[in-house]
């Protein structure tokens, strides 16, 4: 499971201290920052959630994408170097 850590209200971000690729910062805005992080936090127990179905097509941080597109909030994602790093192998 991932660690869901908000810092300063607006940038939230989501890693693993298993795994180096599930590493992202997700930008929202201040006022839905917390509603934000439970969605996330959600998502992200959901993804690993062997009988949820759907999030089993998805990659991981796609995933959390579409939860917050879900609940209409806009935001922008930044991946990490080793997130990054496997998407081009």
Do not use: C, K
């Not at 991932?2 to 298993?18: C, H, K, L, Q």
């Not at 992202?24 to 996330?40: G, K, S, T």
């Amino acid at each position: 499971m991932a660690n869901v850590v908000r810092a300063g209200g607006t940038p939230i971000r989501v890693f693993s201290d298993m795994n180096p690729e599930l590493d992202v910062v997700i930008f929202v805005h201040d006022e839905y920052a917390e509603n934000a992080q439970e969605i996330l936090e959600r998502a992200d127990e959901d993804w690993f959630d062997e009988n949820n179905l759907a999030a089993e097509f998805y990659p991981w941080y796609e995933w959390l994408e579409i939860s917050l597109r879900e609940a209409g909030i806009n935001y922008e994602i930044f991946y990490s170097n080793d997130a990054v790093d496997s998407f081009l192998e």
